[in-house]
């Protein structure tokens, strides 16, 4: 069985607030649709964060819709699995399941039931696609650890593969063992659980959510181009592009071999050629100490070609004039968005604190569109309030949240009273 593993593709990202990738996403599926024609997988997969907003726009939709028939256009009977991540709209993305499966294409949005196990037999049928080569459980992003669910969905792929076909799992989720550079969370702060909660009886995991590439278990040569391995085998295909400027390391398409199951696992690394690359200047590791300097600095550097996203190094005492990004941003203009500004500066030196905290107050329109919970944002800006008490700030909230559960029971009942007088 012959798989493309990708994951966190995230279309229709604006990044620093400014900037739209469709190009650089464009300029990637056009790479990816040259593999699949080089390599005729069985499949892809997709394993979450389709979109980086749960709305994303009619643009941004059509540009998926047009990516993927493409894909199918270029390789009919390659089976393209999509799954949603927490990025994503569960509901959006199984909407169009049925439509797409024309196209030998299978969009797995919503979750099992947390009562799935109660539920009459069969259900586990819904995230079991079997291909003429092997299987492929399409798993989204859930919340908690689901162990028994999903084995019940691996026991019964395991009744029906009599023939000792490969199996695939995809999932969305941080694993134990993750390294999570580039990512703006500490691995400590992080909810993970452990690759065991899966189940057993897959041959390769293909995971989404980090988006650095890797191999749980084999971080010494996650990089490495050409490797092997005995199944299970649990892996990152990692995001498609750099989502921030702290993802230093490459970006890979997974080509992976399975030879049967609990076989052989081979995995190569295709490199992602990205349309801009991510630069801090100056490039020898020191630091600007006006802004004189490094506008100089880099208009030397753009005069030079290339494109891409362009940070600032800067020493802790420099005194920067309020209007720096706007100097920054005229001097680019002439390039078309061709090079870019990302405004978070690094600052070097001892008493950096206080720039530090500013920085980490600037945040991405997705990254608050996935704060659901109110305490995320108060527990990342409660620094800036050295009087709160953040444990009755949390108090108060779960109070709140107590009183609307008991108000929502209480609208339920008297819905069932009204539907149903016998009963009161």
Not at 201 to 221: E, M, R, S, V, W
């Amino acid at each position: 069985m012959k798989i493309l593993h990708t994951a966190d593709l995230h279309l229709g990202q604006v990044i620093y607030q400014n900037y739209d990738r469709s190009d650089e996403h464009q300029h990637f599926f056009r790479q990816l649709e040259q593999w699949c024609k080089d390599e005729q997988p069985d499949a892809l997969l997709v394993s979450g964060d389709v979109f980086d907003i749960q709305q994303p726009s009619a643009t941004v939709k059509k540009a998926f819709t047009d990516y993927f028939v493409r894909l199918h256009q270029t390789c009919p009977n390659m089976a393209i699995v999509i799954t949603a991540g927490n990025h994503d709209s569960a509901s959006r993305i199984q909407a169009d399941n049925a439509v797409w499966q024309l196209a030998n294409a299978y969009l797995v949005g919503t979750p099992p039931a947390f009562n799935c196990l109660e539920a009459p037999d069969g259900w586990q049928y819904q995230y079991i696609i079997k291909l003429e080569s092997g299987y492929i459980i399409a798993l989204p992003y859930m919340t908690g650890e689901r162990k028994q669910t999903i084995q019940s969905i691996l026991d019964k792929v395991a009744e029906d593969n009599t023939l000792g076909l490969p199996v695939v799992m995809m999932a969305h989720q941080a694993v134990t063992g993750v390294d999570v550079t580039g990512h703006d969370f500490e691995i400590g702060k992080l909810k993970t659980q452990d690759a065991n909660t899966f189940g057993s009886g897959f041959d390769y995991l293909a995971l989404g959510h980090i988006h650095k590439p890797q191999t749980i278990g084999h971080q010494d040569d996650c990089m490495a181009e050409d490797v092997s391995y005995r199944s299970p085998v649990v892996r990152y295909a990692g995001s498609v592009l750099h989502v921030s400027c702290d993802e230093v390391y490459p970006h890979t398409v997974s080509m992976v071999e399975i030879d049967s199951h609990k076989g052989k696992v081979s995995i190569q690394q295709l490199r992602i050629d990205e349309l801009r690359h991510f630069y801090v200047l100056p490039f020898d590791g020191t630091s600007f100490s006006s802004a004189e300097e490094a506008i100089e600095a880099m208009k030397q550097f753009t005069s030079e070609g290339e494109r891409g996203y362009i940070r600032f190094r800067f020493d802790h005492r420099t005194n920067l004039p309020s209007n720096f990004s706007q100097m920054v941003y005229d001097a680019l203009l002439s390039y078309n968005d061709e090079w870019r500004y990302n405004p978070k500066m690094l600052w070097t030196g001892q008493n950096n604190t206080l720039q530090q905290e500013k920085e980490q107050l600037v945040f991405e329109v997705a990254e608050l569109q996935q704060m659901t919970d109110p305490m995320q944002f108060i527990e990342r800006t409660k620094d800036q309030y050295p009087g709160l008490d953040i444990e009755d700030v949390r108090l108060a909230f779960e109070e709140v949240k107590a009183e609307m559960h008991r108000m929502d029971e209480e609208r339920q009942a008297k819905t069932r009273q009204k539907t149903n007088p016998a009963e009161s």
